[in-house]
């Protein structure tokens, strides 16, 4: 069982920066493939950005690229999500997620999910 706890949320003002951490219980982190996913009120879940095992390739959507970097440091079972100048449009709870690969490639489907962190961004 994986088990995924997202913190760094807040309030911010637009054209600040916000980092959310993700910690992964599991001996096995390195084995994870990992995103993160927001949800907007009234919006449907969106993915937002996504980590191989290794760390070595990453993508994004659109609306955050240059904007956001996701990273994952596997010494301390943890992805990153780095997001600078924030925009209103970022408003959304954010969640972590994951799932368990035998090779390093990305998701395709994410089965383990954490309770999600607020980031919200003033203007």
């Known amino acids: 069982q994986v088990q995924l706890e997202e913190s760094g949320g807040g309030l911010v003002q637009a054209g600040g920066s916000l980092r959310l951490s993700c910690a992964a219980s599991?001996?096995?982190?390195?084995?994870?493939?990992l995103g993160w996913f927001r949800q907007a009120p009234g919006k449907e879940r969106e993915f937002v950005a996504a980590i191989r095992r290794s760390g070595g390739r990453t993508y994004y959507v659109d609306s955050v690229k240059g904007r956001f970097t996701i990273s994952r440091d596997n010494a301390k079972n943890t992805v990153y999500l780095q997001m600078n100048s924030l925009k209103p449009e970022d408003t959304a709870v954010y969640y972590c997620?994951?799932?368990?690969?035998?090779?390093?490639?990305?998701?395709?489907?994410?089965?383990?999910w954490g309770q999600g962190t607020q980031v919200t961004v003033s203007s």
């Open positions: 997620a994951g799932c368990i690969l035998y090779m390093d490639s990305f998701c395709s489907d994410y089965d383990y």
């Open positions: 599991g001996r096995t982190f390195s084995s994870y493939g």
